[in-house]
């Protein structure tokens, strides 16, 4: 592929100072996270505020649960349930299906 004649370059200047600047701005902001958590007071707020939304997370999720219990049990009652009467199932009548394909069916 290196002797194409149509191969064209492109440069990639301005794609690697992006980089550049997202590097940097990563830097900034763990250096930002870094000095609000030792201000004191900070991390205990926000531990508070992590407790409080797992608690709210965990009772949405248990609601919820609850809530679909209750809908399937009508699901349940108004679907019914369906099976099959007059079928016997004998274990001699299974055949098997090594190194066949579903072109081998029998007629």
Known sequence: ?????????????????GLIVIGVMVVAIIAAVL?????P??????LGIAIIGGVILIAVAVIGAIATGILSIG???????EYQVDV????????????????????
Do not use: C, I, P, W
Request: charged residues 35%.
């Open 75 to 81: 699901l349940y009652a108004h679907k019914g349930e």
């Open 41 to 46: 007071g900070v991390l205990e707020t926000l």
């Open 1 to 17: 592929m290196a002797d194409a004649q149509n191969l064209r370059k492109a440069g990639t200047g301005k794609s690697a100072l």
């Open 35 to 39: 000095y609000a958590l030792l201000m």
């Open 88 to 107: 016997d199932y004998n274990l001699d009548d299974v055949e098997s299906v090594k190194e066949r394909s579903s072109d081998d069916r029998k007629e």
